[in-house]
């Protein structure tokens, strides 16, 4: 359980962060932006850094994504190593 409680988006159309972070997601939520919705600034920047990291780095995705793993299984980031590795399998 977070210790942070998440917070219920608004429908599709009535924000536009929620918006911008479902579209970088594809459509949908994670956990982690409904915890980080409690403060729209910083939930913004971080949908802005995360935009940028995955998609304007000159960055090999698969070189990417087995940092993020890496990085989160030296960590016990379990959350993070399950929401990294099927991207990773995903990229190669």
């Known amino acids: 359980m977070p210790h942070i409680p998440y917070m ?3 429908p599709p ?3 536009a962060l929620v918006d911008a972070i479902r579209a970088r997601r594809g ?15 910083f939930a913004s920047g971080w949908n802005t850094f995360l935009r940028e990291v995955r998609q304007h780095l000159a960055l090999d ?9 890496h990085i989160a ?12 590795a099927p991207e990773f399998l995903a990229v190669g």
């Open 27 to 41: 459509g949908r939520l994670l956990n982690l932006d409904l915890m980080l919705l409690h403060s729209p600034p």
């Open 61 to 69: 995705p698969v070189l990417r994504e087995l940092a993020i793993c």
């Open 8 to 10: 219920v988006p608004p």
């Open 73 to 84: 299984l030296l960590n016990a980031a379990e959350y993070e190593y399950a929401q990294h």
């Open 13 to 15: 159309g009535e924000s």
